[in-house]
């Protein structure tokens, strides 16, 4: 793979370069300190990918992302989260956080690989999707993907959250999102700390709750300030009391 290196500070250029100097299958092509001198490189030499830095004099890697040719894959490299979203947007494959490891920096270039060989545009859209994920780059917030664009769900407007099979759908009061995570790893996220288990494959937002009322066998039916109902298995109801007792009492 033949990677350019995009960056306006030195050291930052320094860091990739004895990163990158012993990874196999990578070869540097170059390195440009400026969004122009970034494309100029990418049109006179064949370049498959670029480690590209977001906050730039001149044009921002953003800029420089949205003038590369579609063949180009891109990785942002930046010491700043809010920019996660439009990354997402601009097709980026990965998006790296400053100062990150030299491990960090071995997944990103083996996700570059796996689009040179493999360009479907779901699986990338999935991978970054990860990525944003385990930043939690919007505190509060879920991305989900949905219909080929990047959806910021905020948290506080989902009452549920039910298993699917792999997936895991996220219900507000107007609306349903589809999210390719399982229910487990959707509650051990921090963003989702609001959120009680009720059932195998249901957990709700306790600050939504609205009613829950008791039925057969210890089981309870929960249902939302929005109206969805929600069976709260005999297993779970304790601690969804407690929880909720918790977060709602007044500070």
Same mark, same amino acid.
């Given at each position: ?54 906050? @730039? /004099? &001149? ?7 949205? #003038? +590369?040719?579609?063949?180009? =894959?891109?990785?942002?490299? !930046? %010491? ?57 780059? @919007? /505190? &509060? ?7 080929? #664009? +990047?959806?910021?769900?905020? =948290?506080?407007?989902?009452? !549920? %959250? ?90």
């Amino acid at each position: 793979m033949k990677l350019l290196i995009v960056d306006d500070e030195p050291p930052a250029r320094a860091k990739l370069r004895r990163f990158l100097v012993d990874m196999p299958g990578v070869e540097l092509i170059g390195e440009a300190g400026d969004g122009a001198s970034a494309l100029v490189a990418v049109t006179a030499r064949a370049v498959d990918a670029v480690l590209l830095d977001i906050q @730039m /004099p &001149g044009m921002t890697g953003l800029e420089v992302a949205a #003038a +590369l040719p579609p063949a180009v =894959l891109v990785a942002f490299t !930046t %010491a700043y989260d809010e920019f996660a979203v439009r990354a997402f947007e601009l097709n980026a494959v990965d998006y790296l956080l400053k100062p990150f490891t030299r491990e960090r920096l071995q997944a990103c270039v083996a996700r570059l690989k796996e689009r040179l060989t493999v360009p479907a545009r779901a699986q990338q859209r999935q991978g970054l999707l990860a990525a944003l994920h385990s930043l939690q780059p @919007m /505190p &509060g917030h879920w991305m989900v993907s949905h219909r080929g #664009a +990047l959806h910021r769900v905020p =948290l506080a407007e989902v009452e !549920t %959250a039910e298993a699917a099979d792999n997936y895991v759908e996220l219900h507000t009061a107007s609306a349903s999102w589809l999210d390719r995570t399982t229910l487990g790893a959707f509650l051990a996220h921090p963003a989702a700390s609001g959120f009680v288990r009720v059932h195998r494959s249901a957990a709700v937002n306790v600050m939504h709750i609205a009613r829950v009322a008791p039925l057969a066998k210890g089981d309870a039916e929960l249902t939302t300030v929005g109206g969805r109902t929600v069976r709260v298995s005999r297993r779970y109801r304790d601690a969804l009391l407690a929880s909720a007792a918790r977060l709602t009492a007044p500070r």
